[in-house]
């Protein structure tokens, strides 16, 4: 018999001897219920808004730079490659590990710091006559150490407050609406400020001080944190109990095997993200310019056009994760908004009539706001063990950052080598972009209907069905998926739903998905080499080029 049964007939089949309090009390958790009352709703929902305006500065600020992107290029002198430098963010793999170490709240504080740090940076490089491109690209990285990781830090926390199916979803569409909010609040007045006020660094200023009230909430949420577990039963809903002890891993501890064994359903969804989530993340970066040059107009309309695709996720984001926490369908959510970003891409292209462009944009808002909440939802459910959420979402965002980096510089020399400053070659990139994010998220889809797909991908499978209905699909999987039930484990009725759920999210035992990891583990690292050199790259262009004009 294995050690898991060994140890099941060890603590679930007490001696007679044992008096029935006793053995009540052999197979009970340690727990503080009877001492602690249970959190209180409003609690969770102080949570919740603290932990949404962790974030809110640095979309402010994000939101201005990129706005205020042709402003910036005449004052310092820089060419598209140069302000491309700017999109950069610190790649954040060990800051996951960190995030799972020491947990979301402390984590963000201390990158909401370095948020506000690299705003105040950013204003002053362009204060008092300096316009300074090197220090205004010094105040960004210093910004992009905490941005980076920082919405990391916000969902570990929320992992630990809400499971999938209970709130998760919902907490994470609140956290991207407030995001949208700042994100469109900045971008629509950054021209306008700039404008009015004289001078460009007034909406950088303003930022800085948005980003000062950002900190002062990550402070509160990990003072309140520390409150709320020590006068009330805080249940970790990353925390499970295994039983056989048998395989873990100390967490708070790196492991390179905690990355070697991402199962191969996580490295699609990274995948799908990496073309889906860089294609609407470079557009963002020039969409104001987009929008002044198809309607010929200055920069306040073109501010104003731009940020529209913001307000649509506001209202979209929090009912989108009411639907995914009772109705699961991450896949299919994943796969429209691939289709929806497509079609928008299709009629940038091949349309120059201004109502086409005003259809691509709302379509692109579509796209943004069923994106972002299925894609954090889905790597929680997916991955075996769920206190590694910070390290696998970390992983999953660096290559994402990596993709950026490569797609901005690329889509700021095809600019700059247009004759008219055209971004015509920049949407043929973001085309194909959003064609492959259609065929992979397909492919996932593909996977969760087919006997086949749910045989060797069932992590896919389990993240479509209902939050309620997970044990009888674990049931159904386990059956299905013949190598993940041994003799032993048949006979064994003893194996609980979760234990089954976990095998089956665990990556497959064959040589074929080991090579399948290893070479998904190769391409994301190039991926991450590739951008750094790119980025080196694009800043010996723009000096190049800075130095010819001079």
């Given amino acids: 018999m294995s050690t898991t049964s060994l140890h099941f007939n060890s603590t679930l089949a007490p001696t007679d001897v044992e008096s029935k309090d006793e053995r009540q009390s052999s197979i009970s958790v340690p727990s503080y219920s009877s001492i602690k009352p249970k959190l209180p709703l409003r609690w969770q929902v102080a949570m919740i808004g603290l932990t949404c305006m962790c974030t809110f500065g640095h979309h402010w600020s994000n939101g201005l730079i990129t706005t205020l992107k042709t402003t910036i290029e005449h004052e310092l002198k820089i060419n598209n490659s140069e302000f491309a430098t700017l999109v950069n963010t610190f790649l954040c793999i060990a800051l996951g590990f960190v995030i799972d170490k020491f947990g979301g709240p402390l984590l963000s504080a201390i990158l909401a710091a370095f948020c506000l740090a690299g705003a105040a940076v950013e204003a002053d490089a362009t204060t ?79 930022g800085a001080i948005i980003g000062l009230f950002s900190f002062l909430c990550a402070v509160s949420v990990f003072v309140l944190d520390k409150y709320l577990r020590s006068y009330y039963e805080v249940v970790d809903r990353c925390e499970h109990f295994d039983p056989s002890g048998a395989g873990s891993v100390k967490v708070g501890t790196f492991h390179w095997s905690v990355v070697r064994q991402m199962p191969l359903t996580f490295w699609f969804v990274v995948l799908f993200a990496t073309f889906q989530n860089a294609g609407m993340s470079s557009f963002v970066s020039v969409s104001t310019q987009l929008a002044q040059q198809r309607l010929q107009k200055g920069a306040i309309v073109g501010g104003w056009v731009s940020s529209f695709y913001l307000l649509l996720p506001i209202a979209v ?131 969760c209907c087919t006997s086949l797909g749910q045989r060797y991908l069932p992590a896919v499978r389990l993240s479509q069905v209902r939050p309620r209905h997970i044990e009888r699909e674990v049931e159904r999987l386990w059956e299905l998926r013949q190598d993940t039930v041994t003799e032993e484990g048949k006979r064994d009725a003893r194996v609980t739903p979760r234990q089954k759920e976990e095998a089956l999210k665990s990556p497959v035992s064959s040589s074929v998905s080991l090579y399948a990891r290893r070479v998904a583990l190769g391409a994301g690292f190039s991926v991450v080499l590739i951008a750094w050199v790119i980025f080196g790259f694009g800043v010996d262009w723009g000096d190049h080029a800075s130095s010819a004009g001079e």
Wanted: hydrophobic share 50%; proline share 4%.
């Fill in 128 to 206: 008092n006559g300096l316009n300074s491109y090197h220090v205004l690209m010094v105040g960004k990285i210093i910004a992009a150490i905490g941005s980076g990781s920082l919405d990391n830090a916000q969902h570990k926390i929320l992992t630990a407050y809400f499971s999938p199916g209970s709130g998760f979803a919902l907490s994470i569409g609140l956290i991207w609406s407030m995001a949208n909010v700042a994100q469109y609040v900045g971008q629509s007045t950054a021209n306008v400020m700039s404008q009015n006020l004289g001078s460009y660094s007034w909406p950088l200023w303003i």
């Fill in 317 to 447: 984001t929090p009912f989108l994760g009411v639907f995914i926490d009772a109705y699961g369908r991450r896949v299919t959510i994943l796969f429209l908004s691939g289709c929806i970003f497509l079609v928008s891409m299709l009629l940038l292209k091949f349309s120059q009539t201004v109502p086409t462009f005003i259809c691509a944009y709302v379509f692109y808002a579509l796209a943004q706001s069923i994106t972002s909440a299925p894609q954090v939802e889905i790597v929680r459910s997916i991955i075996p063990d769920p206190r590694y959420y910070a390290t696998a979402y970390a992983i999953k965002k660096s290559i994402i950052q990596g993709s950026v980096i490569i797609i901005v510089v690329a889509t700021g020399k095809l600019q700059d080598a247009s004759p008219t400053d055209s971004l015509e070659g920049a949407v043929t990139v973001w085309l194909v972009y959003a064609f492959v994010s259609v065929l992979i998220s397909g492919a996932l889809l593909g996977a």
